[in-house]
């Protein structure tokens, strides 16, 4: 007997197999025969492979998929981008560099918004060829959660900004030689009305990065100290004391944008996991199964999520406030399914062994050794999930307000 409930089971339309095959294609010309994942590699390896493999994407045009070619991207369509993330993930191989995500996802894309053209013609090609590497100054000792009292002042003096303050939290900000930072440019303004989006040059005696030990024993975040600190005074986007708006966009683009492609990673964690839970012997446990399949159903949700998200974009849509909502349902979910690999580990999860993820901010790589040193690695990573990008009290509150149209909350 036929339910009657009807399964919904998304389908890309048939000329996207034409794209997939011209990625298979570049994948099968520009990988080893033998290649099985950068996750195999040894973490020294894998960086310097990484930095390699991100020529080829740049000279390739897959570094920025979704740029404008005239700016050196692809110009490729936001369901073209998902084929690419589902294709890269397949192979095991990154969609770029380690601080990309602040250059290209987040700067690049805000440029494309708010910059002049002048802005985009210098900096845009400087991002994929890796001669500017950014970080992101958001976050401050007392201006976290609320953004808006942040208190990094810059002074105008002649031709140049001189900044004084400190940010905090600046994530890959060792790695980096430019920041993005909020500044207060007017301070007899309403709090989010004096903030200047500037571009700051980190190679210059007035910036200090101090790397901050995290759980983990990585030192992925960092605090960035200005002393009289050096910005031209064109190096402002979006207009003097419209940062604000600027910082808004960009956020949307941090938290919204991988929407479409980040469940991908999720299902491959959750493949790993399953096969975790077969090595460990545990595959047949009642309690540990039942587990297992609500971490598969939240990661469909998940990919029906994103798939909202990428009906959204192919409507000319951009990154929004309901970013908020993915932010918080992936922080929140990874925390949970780590949570689930260290019980199916039992006492192993004490001593790990193996090498950590690849990255601080992501699921450990599809190839990745199936290790206790893996898996706990990416079970203390996840624990930052819900507090950076903005933690999940505050998408709560955006979620609320911007989205749902609900009160604003008391102060």
């Known amino acids: 007997m036929a339910s009657k409930f009807a399964v919904m089971r998304p389908m890309y339309d048939p000329e996207v197999d034409v794209f997939r095959s011209q990625v298979q294609t570049f994948l099968a010309k520009n990988l080893p025969a033998d290649w099985r994942g950068i996750g195999l590699l040894p973490a020294d390896e894998a960086h310097a492979w990484v930095m390699e493999w991100r020529k080829v994407l740049h000279r390739e045009r897959y570094l920025a998929p979704g740029w404008p070619s005239e700016y050196g991207g692809g110009g490729m369509s936001a369901l073209e981008q998902v084929i690419l993330a589902e294709e890269f993930a397949k192979a095991g191989v ?41 970080c992101q100054g958001y976050s401050e ?64 005696p007035g910036i200090e990065v101090r790397p901050i030990k995290m759980i983990n024993g990585e030192s992925e975040f960092n605090e960035v100290f200005y002393t009289d600190a050096m ?28 929407a479409a492609t980040v469940p991908v990673r999720f299902q491959a964690e959750l493949d790993r996991l399953l096969l975790l839970a077969k090595e460990c012997g545990v595959d047949q446990d ?26 959204k974009f192919l409507a000319g849509g951009h990154p929004g406030p309901d970013g908020g909502i993915f932010k918080r349902y992936w922080s929140e979910y990874h925390q949970a399914v780590t949570d689930i690999s260290m019980e199916i580990l039992g006492a192993s999860a004490m001593c790990p062994e193996g090498r950590p993820p690849l990255n601080s901010f992501q699921p450990d790589d599809r190839s990745a050794p199936n290790s206790s040193g893996s898996w706990t690695g990416a079970f203390l990573n996840a624990r930052a999930g819900t507090i950076y990008a903005g933690s999940s009290q505050i998408q709560s509150n955006i979620i609320g307000e911007m989205v749902l149209g609900l009160p604003k909350e008391p102060r």
């Open 231 to 258: 910005c031209p005074k064109d190096n402002v986007v979006g207009g003097l004391n419209n940062g604000w708006g600027v910082a808004m966009t960009l956020l949307g683009y941090e938290r919204g944008e991988g």
């Open 94 to 134: 990154p969609t770029g560099g380690p601080n990309d995500g602040f250059g290209i996802t987040m700067l690049g894309n805000t440029l494309l918004t708010w910059g002049t053209e002048e802005q985009k013609k210098y900096y845009l090609p400087r991002i994929l060829s890796n001669e500017d590497v950014w």
């Open 286 to 311: 009642p309690r540990i199964r039942q587990k297992l399949a609500w971490a598969y159903s939240k990661v469909q949700i998940m990919r029906y999520l994103g798939l909202r998200t990428l009906t």
């Open 141 to 204: 000792p007392n201006a976290g959660s609320d953004l808006g009292s942040l208190g990094l002042k810059a002074t105008l003096d002649g031709d140049q900004w001189v900044l004084n303050g400190q940010k905090i939290w600046t994530s890959a900000g060792h790695l980096a030689d430019h920041i993005f930072t909020l500044a207060r440019t007017d301070p007899d303004s309403p709090k989010h009305k004096g903030i200047s989006f500037l571009l700051v040059d980190m190679r210059q």
